[in-house]
T-cell receptor, first 115, second 120 residues
Framework: AQSVAQPEDQVNVAEGNPLTVKCTYSVSGNPYLFWYVQYPNRGLQFLLKYITGDNLVKGSYGFEAEFNKSQTSFHLKKPSALVSDSALYFC?????????????FGSGTRLSIRP | GAVVSQHPSRVICKSGTSVKIECRSL??????MFWYRQFPKQSLMLMATSNEGSKATYEQGVEKDKFLINHASLTLSTLTVTSAHPEDSSFYIC????????????????FGPGTRLTVL
């Protein structure tokens, strides 16, 4: 079964510092990976995706993610954190073996940026 | 990007009543919509896949008679929580894909803003 794991429930970073939110995946075949962000009482917003090509994927709001096949990881990164980046982040994978190619979400990581 | 709306955004109801949540794709037609449930500080759990013109496909452990899904048109799917109980209180989120976007099976899903259900 396709799955993603987010080992950290919470990540705390000072504003202006680089941030990393970790994600590892377990898939059969080629992975199709996503990052989403959720602000309080809101739906999910798409940040970026990896399908094929360059291992470094650039997305919205200055975020990027690095696909690492040997480590089966897809960590989300940003060079300089903003207080407004504080939110809940979900890593996800497309399960092509399901009838509707549904998206499977990780457990989520709460990112807190302190001023 | 494509826009998905949900109505209502927040609903409070008494135990035993039924509540209907609407999910609409505003600027595209969605043959497939997804319904997720999210408990506080937890991830999104897929409840069911809604297919236009056919029966929904429910995930294991989700009671189809309790969570009725109807996808009567290409822009509207509804989730009805029947005989709601306090344990049904949760944040319900719908999602849709636009089949006309090239390679949409490989693309992101568009998510609605969610509906907060509180059952008293």
């Amino acid at each position: 079964a396709q799955s993603v794991a987010q080992p950290e429930d919470q990540v705390n970073v000072a504003e202006g510092n680089p941030l990393t939110v970790k994600c590892t995946y377990s898939v059969s075949g080629n992975p199709y990976l996503f990052w989403y962000v959720q602000y309080p009482n809101r739906g999910l917003q798409f940040l970026l995706k990896y399908i094929t090509g360059d291992n470094l994927v650039k997305g919205s709001y200055g975020f990027e993610a690095e696909f690492n096949k040997s480590q089966t990881s897809f960590h989300l990164k940003k060079p300089s954190a903003l207080v407004s980046d504080s939110a809940l982040y979900f890593c996800a994978v497309r399960d092509f073996y399901s009838s509707a190619s549904k998206i499977i979400f990780g457990s989520g990581t709460r990112l807190s940026i302190r001023p | 990007g494509a826009v998905v709306s949900q109505h209502p955004s927040r609903v409070i109801c008494k135990s035993g009543t039924s509540v209907k949540i609407e999910c609409r794709s505003l600027d595209f037609q969605a043959t497939t919509m997804f319904w997720y449930r999210q408990f506080p500080k937890q991830s999104l759990m897929l409840m069911a896949t809604s297919n236009e013109g056919s029966k929904a496909t429910y995930e294991q452990g989700v009671e189809k008679d309790k969570f009725l899904i109807n996808h009567a048109s290409l822009t509207l799917s509804t989730l009805t929580v029947t005989s709601a109980h306090p344990e049904d209180s949760s944040f319900y989120i719908c999602s849709a894909r636009d089949p006309l976007i090239a390679g949409s099976s490989y693309n992101e899903q568009f998510f609605g803003p969610g509906t907060r259900l509180t059952v008293l």
